[in-house]
């Protein structure tokens, strides 16, 4: 199977302007998740998607938005960037099933990410 | 709420010693733990992950990690170290219930010197 793939690699912003990442999960899997990877704030989970619904959210302010296509990808739109957005955009997919909280011991796989940079 | 404490934000091993990387859960019930790796510029890759069965969990590339209840503990080692396995490494835990997403360590940065 084809693993978690990204686009784009690589994107440069300036303040003010809106970003939109795409993720595709692996195969048969529904369930996306989206972090943002940063040197000083680690690895923090931004949501969840599954189903094309939202079922879980990190603490980001509302300028974080996502969405789930019937077929699974998933997008991430960031609106008024701010030089803090500048960060590693990371897509994970895992197998869940429909009645299956959140919570699972179905690993995440990870995608190669997004690098924005914030000018 | 859980949450992972990884000791050791840079640990430094010379090439053919002992790998330790130390990994500290704190979880009302009993979690799911998980430990990957982050090669540079690349996305994190799961390297083994304790689902209440066996508590000593064997990994990809010779790494394991024993499962301790009793510190709530999900250290991970490696025999030997091998120049390919610098590299940053996450512990995460989740959990059974809803609500319960991933919840990742700050992780830890491995150098092994030759």
């Known amino acids: 199977k084809a693993g978690v793939t990204q686009t784009p690699r690589y994107l440069i912003k300036t303040r003010g302007q809106q970003v939109t990442l795409s993720c595709s999960p692996i195969?048969?899997?529904?369930?996306v998740s989206w972090y943002q990877q940063t040197p000083g704030q680690g690895l923090q989970f931004l949501f969840e998607?599954?189903?094309?619904?939202?079922?879980n959210k990190g603490n980001f302010p509302g300028r974080f938005s996502g969405r789930q296509f019937s077929n699974s990808r998933s997008e991430m739109n960031v609106s008024t960037l701010e030089l803090g957005d500048s960060a590693l955009y990371l897509c994970?997919?895992?197998?869940?099933?429909?009645?299956?909280?959140?919570?699972?011991?179905?690993?995440?796989?990870f995608g190669p990410g997004t690098r924005l940079t914030v000018l | 709420a859980q949450s992972v404490t990884q000791l050791g934000s840079h640990v430094s091993v010379s090439e053919g010693a002992l790998v330790l990387l130390r990994c500290n859960y704190s979880?009302?019930?009993?979690?799911?733990l998980f430990w990957y790796v982050q090669y540079p510029n690349q996305g994190l890759q799961l390297l083994l992950k304790?689902?209440?069965?066996?508590?000593l969990v064997k990994g990809i590339n010779g790494f394991e990690a024993e499962f301790k209840k009793s510190e709530t503990s999900f250290h991970l080692t490696k025999p030997s170290a091998h120049m390919s396995d610098a590299a940053e490494y996450f512990c995460?835990?989740?959990?059974?219930?809803?609500?319960?997403?991933?919840?990742f360590g700050p992780g830890t940065r491995l150098s092994v010197l030759p």
């Open positions: 994970a997919s895992r197998e869940r099933g429909l009645a299956e909280p959140p919570g699972s011991y179905n690993e995440q796989f």
């Open positions: 304790y689902t209440s069965a066996a508590t």
């Open positions: 979880s009302s019930v009993p979690p799911y």
């Open positions: 195969s048969g899997h529904r369930s």
């Open positions: 998607y599954f189903s094309e619904t939202q079922r």
């Open positions: 995460a835990v989740s959990g059974p219930f809803y609500g319960q997403n991933f919840v």
